[in-house]
């Protein structure tokens, strides 16, 4: 199907009046961009780790509005209408406003699968290889291929806190150990696991889009004796103790994590924390030593982090 893209560029203070005139006019989506949003969260405490800074443009001040309109005969009238009713904004013409309109044809095939062409097989660690399943590869060596279509999910592998988890998890899983994987995303943590000899692994996700992602790409990569994603918030509905802990989330989960983690782990398990943003690292030290975890590993990329940690000596109970 072939959709209109029609982009405003105006200030915060006309925002919700150019919303509302694409409202009226029939839009069939639309999407606000403020870069000042997400300045906001990269200087609040919230669990916004997973911020990209280049979502922030320089050289703009102001919102990026994008609405989406199907094929109609009376779209040409409507754009019209759409430049009309934006030039009658009082703030649309005052000295700040922007007032830059494009319009781009697109086609919601392309629309959804445009990132899959950034998406190439890649080896992340020293035998995993993620392969998405509409590209070809040649196995080498000791590779360990895995399948993987993340669809909407969390977790396409090229990420550094996931990388850096997949390179934990190579160093510390052992032939039939047990894994559980706290925020599962896509399943990818899950699945290597699996490949990596795990006997029995569980993952966690509260989204059910995740949950979905994660069941489609176990199957495609045969590991669904070994693998079972469950809907559930972190440890909540998961019962017994594992070898490995692993999970990739943000330094405000990976800390509330650690207040109950030690009920979860074997006597010599080992608790695999990723996504920690470099300045937060003193903050979630300071609560794995409160919370009786020792730190026995620390893996860094750039300004992120991932940690492997143990049950203090002092906390083992014999």
């Known amino acids: 199907m072939k959709w209109t893209e029609v982009q405003i560029k105006t200030t915060t203070e006309a925002q919700e009046a150019v919303s509302n005139i694409l409202y009226d006019l029939g839009v069939g989506g639309l999407s606000i961009e403020d870069p000042q949003d997400v300045l906001d969260f990269m200087?609040?405490?919230?669990?916004?780790?997973?911020i990209d800074p280049s979502l922030i443009k320089d050289d703009?001040?102001?919102?990026?509005i994008k609405g989406y309109f199907p094929e109609s005969e009376d779209l040409i009238d409507k754009i019209e209408l759409i430049r009309q009713n934006i030039e009658?904004?009082?703030?649309?013409?005052?000295d700040k406003i922007l007032g830059e309109m494009t319009v781009t044809e697109v086609y919601e095939k392309d629309w959804e699968d445009a990132w899959k062409k950034y998406y190439k097989p890649k080896k992340i660690g020293e035998k995993i290889v993620i392969k998405p399943t509409w590209e070809e590869y040649k196995k080498q060596g000791h590779d360990i291929v895995v399948e993987m279509d993340p669809g909407m999910a969390f977790g396409t592998g090229t990420h550094e806190t996931t990388i850096m988890c997949v390179k934990m998890l190579e160093k510390h899983i052992k032939k039939d150990c047990k894994v559980f994987d706290i925020g599962c995303g896509s399943g990818i943590l899950s699945i290597v696991s699996a490949k990596l000899g795990a006997s029995k692994?569980?993952?966690v996700d509260l989204d059910e889009v995740s949950i979905e992602s994660s069941n489609n790409n176990i199957l495609l990569n045969n590991v669904e004796n070994i693998v079972e994603i469950k809907k559930g918030n972190l440890l909540?509905?998961?019962?017994?103790?594992?070898?490995i802990i692993v999970a990739n989330i943000v330094a405000e989960v990976?800390?509330?994590?650690?207040?109950?983690?030690k009920d979860y782990l074997s006597k010599d398990g080992i608790f695999v924390a990723s996504g920690i943003i470099g300045e937060k690292m003193e903050y979630v030290e300071k609560n794995f030593k409160k919370n009786g975890l020792e730190i026995i590993e620390t893996e860094k990329t750039n300004d992120w982090i991932c940690i492997a940690a143990k049950i203090g000596k002092d906390e083992i109970i014999e």
């Not at 200087?43 to 997973?50: A, G, T, V």
């Not at 703009?60 to 990026?64: K, N, Q, R, T």
């Not at 009658?88 to 005052?94: E, G, R, T, V, W």
Request: hydrophobic share 35%; net charge negative; proline share 3%.
């Open 43 to 50: 200087k609040s405490d919230e669990d916004w780790d997973y």
């Open 60 to 64: 703009f001040e102001g919102v990026i």
């Open 88 to 94: 009658k904004i009082p703030q649309y013409n005052s």
């Open 201 to 203: 692994v569980i993952g």
């Open 236 to 243: 909540d509905g998961i019962n017994g103790n594992a070898d």
């Open 254 to 261: 990976v800390v509330t994590l650690s207040e109950t983690i």
